[in-house]
């Protein structure tokens, strides 16, 4: 009788981040779950932008290598008056940082309660303006009570969306470049204990210029500094932008820019300026983004996508067989090893040079094909958002020649689809080890139509003192033999070996368990010959 144990949804040893540190940065750098982490952030406002039109300028986000969304939450639009919300449509918040995580961008939310972004008031809503002794930005109390009102319905949005729930949201900023306003000692506080207490438990950031960081700190936040340089360059879109963004990213620094794509300040949102003399705000919010008010690419955004690329392929190392946290930090070093990731869309999938050496590909537990050396392109079937799955097989390092340095396996760089590198994996080390195979119980009875790649169990009972045999397996396809825990090696129908020895002092006297991995299929009968099968011999002249 045969027990099964199916991939890839039940595979043990699978390597998810544990979601309980998150973003932690000292000072220059930025860990998430321990892990280096470079923040390459971008800004698009879902309040400057048509919904019909989010999952695109999100997409081409993502394709230009940016890995992580900001965005401001706009107060004055979303309580036009007090006691009417607005959460819908193009105010749909959570949709939004959702699409952001179907993705595959992190966020840093930004809610306030004063944003500035050019908008009417700085984003606050103007019916604040009605009390005569209102002090904005303070903790007079009719303004703090306004924030506590405003808070008591935005944070329980936003709260289930952060990292530590599961969510995209690692980071939220503290009000916005208060050091430029700094009216009250004690405001700074009381925001950041009105989203702890709402349950906001991610890294908090503070944003300054640099002669504003002195006053816009708290205890206990970040400082998420635009120093002069960046400030210039980032916020007011010099000429020279993409030079100064390579220069940043040369130190080893992370970085966001305002805008990535500006879109429009709709109807009366824009605001003015009064220094040195009033002077109101146009209806464009192009900035002079990578992508245009309406969308489209500019020379910026190639120049930049190129430029995040060759960031991109280095931190992708990471998902080797030899990097994995496994092992007390040594890596995996043979077997299998499964990467899924949520995709949103149909179209080409494309390997590169980058699996290492092999790799089953699924859709949804639907196999779709293989990537090896000869294969490296497939097509993904249209659909909405559904796991990719591929199991990648360590093959054998090379063991003589000058490539000795270039056996890392598993997935070596940037897996492409329709062009765009995908990420965030979720990655199960099967290295095929006893520890790996004791952790498969418990085993399930074997279905009617079983699926593949999977683990088959058996028994087999042997009588006296077990001699050398060998094993057949003619009716599988490929996978591993286990025989009581101990790796015979591979078996491949296609040859040229087609048995496997079994040394007698393998075996027990009396019950023996049998383990077959495999990929593809089985007739789940195995055979025990007298004399090796090795295949057809050539004589090489």
Known sequence: MWHGQFLPSTAPGGRRMSRRVGLSANSSQFTLEGETFRILGGSIHYFRVPRAYWRDRLMKMKACGINTLTTYVPWSLHQPERGVFHFQTELDLEAYINLAAEV???????PGPY??????????PSWLLRDGSMRLRTT????AEAVNTFFDKLIPKVVPLQFKKGGPIIAVQLENEYGSFAM??????????????????ELL??????????????TGGTVYHYS???????????????SAVREILRRGMSINLYMFHGGTNFGFMSGALTNPIYKALITSYDYDAPLSESGEYTPKYHLLRDLFSQYHSKLITKLNMENLPVNSGNGQSYGYTLYETIITSGGSLKSGDNVRDRALVFVDRHYIGIFKHQNLELAVPDGKKRTLSLLVENCGRVHYGKALDKQRKGLVGDILLNNTPLRDFTIYS?????SFIDRLAPWM????VPSFPGFFLGRMFTYGYPSDTFVKLPGWGKGVVFINGLNLGRHWYIGPQQTLYLPGPFLNSGVNQVIVFEEQEADYKITFEETPDLGMAVDIQ
């Open 205 to 218: 950031l503070t944003s300054d210029n640099h002669e504003g960081l002195k006053e816009g700190g708290v």
């Open 115 to 124: 944003i500035c972004s050019e908008l009417d008031l700085g984003g606050l």
């Open 140 to 143: 007079h109390p009719g303004f």
């Open 104 to 110: 595959g961008l992190w966020v840093i939310l930004r």
């Open 430 to 434: 099967l290295d095929m080890k006893t």
């Open 445 to 448: 009875s074997l279905p009617h």
């Open 228 to 242: 002069r340089l960046t400030y210039r360059v980032l916020i007011l879109h010099r000429p020279y932008m993409v």
């Open 184 to 201: 009250d000692n004690t405001y700074m506080p009381f925001i950041k204990e009105a989203l702890q207490s709402r349950g906001i438990n």
